[in-house]
């Protein structure tokens, strides 16, 4: 099993910025299939982002995209996740995974597999 630690979160205000990080440790980083989830609450789990373990492909849950960018850092084990003109409804708790197995992306973003970090909380209010 991989270990998960992000790190990152943070109170900002409308239209700001953060950048959460997912720190890896345990197993060969490359071979997984890494991404992001988010639970506001009283809400469900809903995906964020992922980013493939063959090319780097990012993949965007509509709500984020065009202002989340996923990326990943094979020699630092490390996944990032830039959040740029943040809003009051991205106030969540954010939680990075690590996917072992080979599956298409559009089972890993619905029903992810293998580990998962301890969460980092992200609230954007004024």
């Known amino acids: 099993q991989v270990q998960l630690v992000e790190s990152g979160g943070g109170l900002v205000q409308p239209g700001g910025s953060l950048r959460l990080s997912c720190a890896t440790s345990?197993?060969?980083?490359?071979?997984?299939?890494m991404g992001w989830f988010r639970q506001a609450p009283g809400k469900e789990r809903e995906f964020v982002a992922a980013?493939?373990?063959?090319?780097?492909?990012?993949y965007y849950a509509d709500s984020v995209k065009g202002r989340f960018t996923v990326s990943r850092d094979n020699a630092k084990n490390t996944m990032y996740l830039q959040l740029n003109l943040l809003k009051p409804e991205d106030t969540a708790v954010y939680y990075c995974?690590?996917?072992?197995?080979?599956?298409?992306?559009?089972?890993?973003?619905?029903?992810?597999?293998?580990?998962w970090g301890q969460g980092t909380q992200v609230t954007v209010s004024s």
């Open positions: 995974f690590a996917d072992p197995t080979t599956r298409a992306m559009l089972l890993v973003r619905r029903f992810p597999l293998g580990s």
């Open positions: 345990g197993r060969t980083f490359s071979n997984y299939t």
């Open positions: 980013v493939s373990r063959s090319d780097g492909s990012a």
